[in-house]
């Protein structure tokens, strides 16, 4: 027993470890794909496909993780060849370059099985990892590793924008730099395919009962807790990426940002998020997933609104600040209330499923969006509506659907706004105080992109 402890305590830490260096993976790379497409000339329309499609795609093969578990035997073998295979799509996706006018449409195609490797192995590790971590410390455990995590990729994030602006000297040269990054972000990935395969896998048996099929989960969804908060979060996630694809070119296009200050920008939502992860996680431990996804639930909303008011760096900087503070409180509620509403031998189908309708959700909004930005004339900026239609979706799921949601254990009573104070106040110092210091350290040590934005002239529709 004792010797079985260790290997846990011993697979916790390299947990943090293979998270840190996936981050950082993101950080280099897959934040900056939307970007590459941008320089490959990508219209909305296309910059819509690259942000859903490969996420539908993903979603659909996790339909069959229970028969590729079977397959694979065990839950960590399943994992790391999905992570090795990630790692080795980052090859093709830097030589789309040269395909010329089919460069955007092969980039898609390779993004799409980067994202299918990715998650693919996504329900068997959330199942795996539900057994490493106990119920009673799950929320600081991963408040901490998401925390690590977090950190890892927004300094990979700044270190990437850093090499773009310095191969901003004409097209090759931008190139290469994105060659650069990506390499990096294959070393990162196979780091952490180094530490997956050095954790302990606890003995998995295939429960018979723990097979039922997704048009069942269908059909009891709105009768349980789970898929109802399922209903939530494909809802939610449809509000979400109806914007979410056109944050990047409406600050590379409209706001003529350059790479410096649009990685600093999206930096910011990152450093506040790891500063935030772990106090929400201990808060979500003490008074429930329900109470901080209820409380997230209402603040998050309301980013893609904040983005029209005004066109200021440091606007944007504090908007994003909030973002990552808000984001920080839904991502480790969201989380942990998967763990809390599934039993263990029908977790690995769960999130498959889950999986499939957010992906299905994130797809056709993702293509909407796009349609809306191509043909949007009502705003200075063509990317103006798909915000505020944004900003009403999210909301709308957060009033129907959070007030079903129940609480599974026994947690201290508290009422929204205690909560909110104590996810400021529960540091000597605010998370969102750390970002903006942070931030001005950070600014201090690199070119200054110039802070005076002109309002920008009304581009031609693509």
């Known amino acids: 027993m004792e010797e079985k402890q260790e290997k846990i305590k ?5 947990s943090i470890f293979d998270g840190a260096f996936y981050w950082m993976m993101v950080g280099f790379g897959e934040s900056f794909l939307a970007a590459f497409a941008v320089f490959l000339k990508a ?5 819509g496909l690259l942000s859903s499609l490969p996420k539908l795609f993903g979603s659909f093969f996790q339909l069959f993780s229970n028969k590729l578990l079977k397959i694979f035997k065990t839950r960590k073998r399943l994992v790391c060849t999905s992570s090795f295979m990630q790692a080795l799509m980052y090859i093709p996706i830097a030589l789309v370059f040269f395909f010329g006018s089919f460069s955007v449409p092969i980039l898609i195609i390779f993004v799409c099985l980067y994202w299918m490797f990715g998650v693919i192995g996504n329900p068997a590790w959330s199942s795996w990892m539900g057994d490493l971590v106990g119920d009673e410390n799950r929320g600081d455990y991963f408040g901490n590793r998401n925390k690590i995590g977090n950190l890892t990729s927004f300094l990979s994030l700044l270190l990437a924008g850093y090499i773009l602006q310095k191969f901003s000297t004409g097209n090759s040269m931008v190139y290469i730099g994105f060659c650069v990054i990506f390499f990096l972000a294959f070393i990162s990935r196979m780091t952490s395919f180094f530490y997956l395969i050095k954790q302990y896998e606890p003995e ?3 429960a018979p009962n723990a097979n039922f099929s997704f048009m069942q989960f269908l059909k009891q ?25 056109f944050f990047t070119p409406y600050m590379l296009y409209d706001l003529n940002l350059n790479y410096a200050t649009f990685t600093l920008i999206t930096a910011v939502a990152m450093i ?6 772990p106090v ?8 429930g997933t329900k109470k901080v996804l209820v409380l997230a639930g209402f603040l998050m909303p309301a980013i893609p609104l904040l983005w029209i008011f005004s066109t200021s760096v440091k606007y944007l900087i504090l908007v994003q600040v909030f973002a990552g503070f808000s984001w920080a409180g839904f991502e480790i509620a969201s989380f942990n209330f998967i763990f809390d509403t599934t039993k263990r031998e029908k977790r690995a189908t769960c999130v498959a499923y889950y999986n499939v309708l957010t992906g299905f959700s994130i797809f056709v909004a993702a293509i909407l969006g796009g349609f809306i930005v ?10 103006h509506l798909v915000f505020i239609i944004s900003f009403v979706m999210r909301y709308a799921a957060s009033f129907i659907f959070l007030r079903k949601l ?28 750390t970002s903006i210091m942070a931030f001005k350290r950070i600014n201090g040590n690199i070119k200054k992109p110039s802070f005076k934005i002109k309002f920008p002239v009304r581009r031609k529709k693509q």
């Open 10 to 14: 011993k697979s916790l830490r390299y």
């Open 43 to 47: 219209t909305n329309v296309q910059l």
């Open 204 to 206: 998995y048996e295939f």
């Open 221 to 245: 969804a709105r009768f349980r807790n789970y898929g109802l908060f399922v209903i939530y979060l494909s809802l939610m996630n449809f509000g979400v990426y109806l914007s979410a694809p």
């Open 272 to 277: 506040t998020k790891f500063a935030m992860m």
């Open 280 to 287: 929400w996680g201990k808060l979500a431990d003490t008074y």
């Open 374 to 383: 191509k043909y949007n004339s009502l705003f200075w900026s063509s990317y």
């Open 406 to 433: 129940k609480e599974v254990r026994i947690v201290e009573e508290i009422s929204s706004r205690k909560l909110l104070m104590k996810a400021l106040t529960t540091r000597p110092s605010s998370a969102m105080v």
